[in-house]
């Protein structure tokens, strides 16, 4: 009987053992890494600039990105013109060099993690900026409008940002949903661009997709790729028509991989139920048509469709959304839902994978 409890304890031990050391061989997969921008270290064009930081494929990266108004706008009362400097909007953290990207590659960026990183946001009306108003494209001879400061008090347990009327007292809750407006690579052909412009390489698209849980694909122009993000916004409506959603400093979580020797023309997310493709352009129908052009073509060359049998469904089952209609381009969405793709329960893709990874 004594020797039957020796061995039971035995195989006891053994199991835990094997049980433990298979916990470290599986935490030991993941690396992290963290860097934090210091003051001076934000950038303000995508492009040009040396790398902050050289990362693998499938290292969980932690970072964070700073608000639309550069960190500027402390208080209800300052006046966002008034308190940035010239062409410091936008700031983006990055850029990070993506060892073994080279150009015709594509780019998977995952996110893990967006959480606001203050106890507030802000939302602004810029002069010359908006949908609705007076710009230097839409150049009428009346005044802008009057520039106006919204605060939002986050309620991080109930994920909500509460709305207040400037006129009255009017309060409303609205839920959170936090996404990157920013997130690009360095451009193609050497170029440097402003941090408020969308394009094919990714850049200011406000478009609410771009979000924890999703994976990204951005063309890699440029060894390395050197990723930027930034722009963090809380909320925002279909065409962020006022010019900014609710504006946010943000604690991020990413992980990339590589696509070798595929290359995407325009930006392409891709979540749980969606496949979307993202065009940049002006007017508002030539982004239309490059996020639809785009969708066909994937659907062409990935899933199996013939070029017309693939532009006859996306026309019964396709989703647009309008990301944005007040920067130097504008962005639409052409969505698919995933259940009409061919082959649907049997898709692997780089999301199924990189979703998988913990941290």
Known sequence: MKSVKVRFFDLFFIFFFICFVFRLAGSAQVKKV???????????????????????????????????????????????TKVIPPDHDNPQT????????????????????????????????????????VTAYTALLHPPLPEKVW???????NKTVRFKALSGNF??????????????????????????????????LDFPEVRPGNTIYLPVNVKGALLFMGDGH????????????VEAAMKV???VDIIKNQNVSWPRVESDDYIMSVGSYRPLEDAFRIA???MVEWLVADFGLEIMDAYQLLSQVGVAKIAQVVDPNYT????????????????????NKLKEIKF
């Open 34 to 80: 963290t860097y934090i921008p210091k003051p001076g270290e934000y950038k303000y064009t995508f492009g040009q600039h040396k790398p902050v930081l050289r990362i693998k494929p499938e290292w969980v990266v932690e970072t964070t990105t700073e608000d639309c108004y550069d960190g500027r706008v402390k208080s209800p009362q300052d006046i966002p």
């Open 94 to 133: 990055g850029p990070f060099y993506v060892e073994g990207a080279e150009p015709g590659d594509t780019l998977a960026v995952h996110l893990l993690k967006l959480e606001p990183a203050r106890d507030h946001g802000i939302s602004s009306y810029f002069p010359y900026f908006g949908a609705l108003s």
């Open 151 to 157: 605060w939002y008090e986050i309620n991080r347990e």
């Open 171 to 204: 309060t409303c809750e609205i839920p959170m949903r936090p996404f990157l407006g920013c997130l690009g690579v360095a451009p193609a052909h050497n170029e440097s661009r402003w941090t408020v412009v969308p394009e094919a390489f990714g850049g200011n």
């Open 234 to 245: 809380l909320v925002q409506g279909d065409g962020e028509i006022i010019g900014t959603a």
């Open 253 to 255: 979580a990413f992980v």
């Open 292 to 294: 639809h052009k785009d």
């Open 332 to 351: 639409v969405a052409a969505m698919f839902p995933k259940k009409y793709l061919p082959n649907a329960a049997k898709l692997s893709t780089p999301h």
